[in-house]
């Protein structure tokens, strides 16, 4: 029997209805009706409260979003996928490798309410992608994200429980570190001529990466608007088709030496909106292509070197010209964990980047066939 008060239902689904006093229909017209869901338990509580807030709104003229306030009255969803969205959504961080992270986690034990998950469930992903080859780092990537989404969770949904996905021991950790390679002066001076004489989509991305210590996925990603060439900078930020790895990724850069120089003739091969349209299409952000297609020029030319490779290679050029630590974490978007002070303040001006840059920086003389 049909007993919730100011409710219809139609089609199983059940909409909130009242008709509003003759004071109140300046502000509300003469009826109020909207979905509220197919819940009763839910709809009854979202009923007595919308109703009790209406009444009052009728009589002392203010004027309610009660559409909006029904949603927030709603129970939360509590699986998993539910609350990883909702992280993503504001952390604003790159959805690639918690999705990653996900996808093993379902395929292990299960989109599940998050209050469900267990000890067990935690070694068993442990296990599982163990087995499947991968490194102990990239073990530890997939269980600290995981971690994130639960740590996130049980703090909206009240949940007075110990995260099982945290403080996990991950068997040989860091043993099977391998150190990797980086670029001589000499091989960048190379690959920077290589690609401004080719004008190569891919391979104009070595100076790029090179020169500025970024990502891929940060470079690919760039739009026209995100370039300044009147201050010859970049902004790193994210957008609907790219989002960031950590909040400290979005930043501005200068660009010097070959990395200007490189972009000038990305500019001109450009379709006003992205960068690199060749990396997007209706499907969305192709990064991943990119990364495969500028890996396999680099690993062919320089004795397996990466894209990658650049970045660590940038990180240790910042070094040999002694750049503060906290100005080189700044231009690669690195978070400075083991420095708090750096999280006070605005950070470097994009001039004083430029200054250590400009010290490190291949000379664009010498990236020319014809200095």
């Known amino acids: 029997m049909h007993t919730i008060p100011h409710t219809l239902i139609r089609d199983g689904k059940y909409l ?37 807030l209406l009444s009052r709104s009728f009589n002392d003229g203010t004027v309610l979003d009660y559409k909006a306030i029904a949603e927030s009255l709603r129970p939360k969803e509590e699986k998993y996928s539910y ?57 530890r990537k997939r269980i600290n994200s995981i971690s994130a989404v639960m740590n996130y969770a ?9 995260n099982p996905f945290s403080r996990v021991y991950i068997k040989g950790e860091g043993l099977d570190v391998k150190k990797r390679g980086t670029f001589t002066h000499e091989q960048l001076i190379a690959g920077y001529k290589e690609a401004l004489s080719s ?39 994210p957008h609907a088709h790219r989002g960031l790895k950590t909040a400290s990724s979005e930043r501005t850069l200068p660009l010097v030496g070959a990395a200007l120089e490189a972009l000038c003739i990305a500019l001109k091969q450009s379709d006003g909106v992205w960068l690199f349209p060749r990396y997007y299409d209706a499907s969305g952000f ?54 708090v002070g750096s999280r006070y303040g605005s950070g470097y001006k994009v001039e004083q980047l430029q200054i250590w840059l400009d010290r490190a920086s291949i000379p664009l003389s010498a990236c020319r066939l014809n200095p």
Not at 299 to 313: I, V
């Open 16 to 52: 909130y209805n009242r008709r509003v006093p003759v004071k109140a229909q300046n502000r509300y017209g003469r009826l109020i009706r909207f979905r509220i869901g197919s819940d009763p338990q839910v709809v009854e509580l979202v009923a007595v409260r919308i109703t009790d």
């Open 83 to 139: 609350w990883l969205e909702e992280y993503l959504e504001l952390r604003r961080i790159a959805p690639k490798h918690p999705h990653l992270a996900a996808r093993t986690l379902f395929a292990v034990c299960g989109d599940r309410d998050v209050a469900d998950y267990c000890r067990d469930d935690a070694r068993a992903v442990v296990s599982y992608l163990s087995k499947s080859g991968v490194s102990t780092s990239t073990v």
């Open 154 to 162: 049980y703090a909206e949904l009240d949940i007075e429980k110990r």
């Open 199 to 237: 004008g190569s989509t891919v391979k104009l991305l070595m100076p790029l990466l090179g020169e500025t210590g970024c990502r891929i996925s940060e470079i690919v990603g760039l739009r026209v608007e995100d370039i300044d060439l009147g201050s010859a900078v970049i902004h790193i930020c």
């Open 286 to 339: 192709k990064g991943t292509h990119a990364s495969n297609a500028i890996n396999k020029w680099l690993k062919q030319r320089f004795d397996g070197l990466t894209a990658h490779s650049l970045r660590h290679t940038m990180r240790d050029r910042l070094r040999e010209v002694e750049a503060p630590l906290e100005l080189i974490d700044q231009i690669g978007g690195w978070s400075s964990v083991s420095n």
